[in-house]
C-alpha cells in the first residue's frame, strides 16, 4: 500500500515560507492536495506580542493576522502545487474580497484555516478561505494572488 503523507510539521513550513516569528502564522500543516485545498492549524497563545497590545484588558487576535493566516495557507499549497521555487513562478498577494469576521479569536484558541483554490489560470490563483475555531466559523474570505510580472 502506498501512503501518502500530506502533513507539514513547523520545520517544512519553515522551509516554504519567508515569514518568521512574530509573522509566521501557520504552525501545522495537516492535510493537503495539490491544485485543490490546504488544511492548516494556527496556535494562538498569550505570549505572542499582539495580544499585550490588541486589547489589554480583552484580548484578541487581530482579525487581518487572520487573513495573513489564510495567504500563508495558500502561498504553502502553492507551493506544494508547483513543486518548487521558482522565481518566474512566483505569486504575490494582491486582493482580498467578501471577507467577514463572525466571531473573535481569544488566547487559547487553536484556528483551523481551510483554503480551496477557486479559480485558476497560468496567472490568476483565487483562494476560497474559511477560519474556524471549537467548530464554529470566525472569518470566511476570497484572497487572490497573481504573478509577479503582472504588476
Known amino acids: ?25 501557520i504552525d501545522q ?16 497563545t498569550i505570549n505572542e506580542p499582539y495580544f499585550q497590545g490588541h486589547f489589554l484588558n480583552e484580548p484578541i487576535f ?5 487573513v495573513e493566516a489564510m495567504a500563508q495557507a495558500a502561498s504553502i499549497l502553492i507551493y506544494k502545487s508547483l513543486g518548487k521555487l521558482n522565481i518566474n513562478k512566483l505569486y504575490h498577494f494582491v486582493g482580498i474580497d467578501n471577507t467577514r469576521f463572525k466571531k473573535t479569536v481569544i488566547p487559547g484558541d487553536q484556528i483551523f484555516i481551510e483554503v480551496t483554490i477557486l ?5 490568476i490563483l ?15 474570505s476570497n484572497i487572490t494572488f497573481a504573478k509577479k510580472y503582472l504588476f
Open 1 to 25: 500500500m502506498n501512503v501518502v503523507n500530506n502533513t507539514l510539521n513547523i520545520k517544512k513550513i519553515l522551509k516554504i515560507l519567508p515569514h518568521r516569528y512574530p509573522f509566521l502564522l
Open 29 to 44: 500543516v495537516v492535510n493537503f492536495e495539490k491544485f485543490k485545498y490546504l488544511q492548516a492549524i494556527k496556535n494562538c
Open 62 to 66: 487581530p482579525g487581518v493576522l487572520i
Open 119 to 123: 479559480k485558476s489560470n497560468k496567472n
Open 126 to 140: 483565487v483562494f476560497k478561505n474559511t477560519a474556524v475555531v471549537n467548530n464554529n466559523i470566525i472569518c470566511k
